[in-house]
């Protein structure tokens, strides 16, 4: 791997950007006239990999003390809800704080799922080797669904006394919160990527857009919970077929697409399939269209520096970046 090293350097190994980060929002609240608590944020990284690869290095580089891992997802099968790429891991410790997620499906809260909680905890205790404080919950939950799932986060600090709640939110939750709800759970975390339409070809980049970023945040009153912050730092594409979207690729092979027999360039990180073929383990028939889209490392640290003092408060502590094991910390 290369870049970890020069990585580190450019980022001045977290304290340094943590400095210029502090003195340059000092500065901000110094020109508009106001004092804040506000504090210059801390590092972490989201895990989402079902086999467990911690990147050392990469903690390291960012001064990182916690590891956001995804323990399971849970989606609704078969008429009940069903787990699903449960963590895989031999190792029983970890070099810094390990903080279990769970992704659940909306279609999760469209039904009656009174046992839920109690088998997610079940489950979680069973699986998950790390003794952790807290345990997030990731959810892009609707108004119609809100009553299920805010339920369902009340019933599970009841399971788990003594131990944070926190959960994901997502721009749309965030700016429509008096439709949306506030969750009741002790923290939140902000998402600020997957922004664009991705079912469109047209769109640039689906996973980050910062001038839509920035009008769901503008002018927006503090949120009534401590809210870190979540950057993207990873690639895929995106496969239309008849102009519907097909596929996700994760990390797609860019030596096969330089291929001119197979693939021919529409233009900067657009493709079109010239003759059909296996790709990223999936057949493409000749047409199809092929959209590359990156959120790049140096990109997420520029977004993370200029939204944390438009949505940090008193209490926010994190910029969590999503996520480790992306080819782009390497380049």
Same mark, same amino acid.
């Given at each position: 791997?290369? %870049?970890?090293?020069?990585? %580190? ?7 340094? #950007? #943590?400095? =210029?980060?502090?003195? /340059? ?25 079902t086999q467990l690869k911690v990147n050392d290095s990469l903690l390291h580089a960012h001064q990182a003390d916690r590891l956001y891992i995804k323990a399971f997802d849970v989606s609704w099968e078969? /008429? ?12 029983? !410790? ?8 769970? $992704? *659940? ?15 997610? !905890? ?5 699986? $998950? ?5 807290? +345990? ?5 939950? !609707?108004?119609?669904?809100? *009553? ?21 939110? #997502? ?5 429509? #919160? ?6 009741? =759970? ?20 689906? *996973? ?18 401590? +809210?870190?912050?979540? =950057? ?16 996700? *690729? ?16 529409? /233009? ?11 790709? %990223?383990?999936?057949?493409?028939y000749r047409g199809d269209l092929i959209r590359r889209e990156v959120a790049g490392r140096d990109a997420a640290l520029r977004l993370a520096d200029g939204l944390w003092p438009q949505i940090a ?19």
């Amino acid at each position: 791997m290369v %870049g970890l090293n020069t990585e %580190g350097t450019e980022v001045g190994h977290g304290g340094a #950007r #943590r400095l =210029v980060w502090q003195l /340059g929002v000092g500065l901000f609240f110094l020109l508009a006239g106001c004092t804040s608590e506000v504090h210059p944020p801390s590092y972490s990284f989201y895990h989402w990999e079902t086999q467990l690869k911690v990147n050392d290095s990469l903690l390291h580089a960012h001064q990182a003390d916690r590891l956001y891992i995804k323990a399971f997802d849970v989606s609704w099968e078969q /008429g009940r809800a069903e787990p699903a790429a449960v963590l895989q891991t031999s190792d029983n !410790t970890l070099a810094v704080v390990a903080v279990p997620i769970i $992704f *659940i499906t909306n279609e999760v809260f469209q039904h009656p799922a009174d046992t839920l909680a109690e088998d997610i !905890t079940a489950l979680l205790d069973r699986s $998950f080797p790390y003794p952790f404080a807290e +345990l997030q919950l990731d959810c892009d939950w !609707t108004a119609g669904t809100r *009553i299920a799932y805010f339920d369902f986060l009340t019933h599970l600090r009841e399971l788990l006394p003594g131990k944070t709640i926190s959960c994901t939110v #997502r721009l749309h939750q965030y700016r429509d #919160r008096a439709v949306q709800g506030v969750p009741p =759970v002790d923290r939140a975390v902000l998402m600020a990527y997957n922004t664009g339409e991705l079912g469109r070809w047209e769109t640039d980049n689906s *996973i980050v857009d910062p001038r839509i970023i920035s009008a769901y945040v503008k002018d927006q009153p503090p949120y009534p919970l401590p +809210l870190d912050l979540a =950057v993207a730092v990873y690639d895929w594409a995106a496969v239309y077929r008849r102009g519907q979207l097909a596929y996700l *690729i994760n990390e797609p092979d860019l030596a096969e697409l330089a291929d001119t027999a197979r693939f021919a360039a529409l /233009g900067p990180l657009r493709y079109q399939v010239e003759r059909s073929t296996y790709y %990223g383990g999936l057949y493409l028939y000749r047409g199809d269209l092929i959209r590359r889209e990156v959120a790049g490392r140096d990109a997420a640290l520029r977004l993370a520096d200029g939204l944390w003092p438009q949505i940090a408060g008193v209490k926010s502590e994190r910029i969590i970046f999503y996520r480790m094991g992306s080819r782009q910390w390497a380049d």
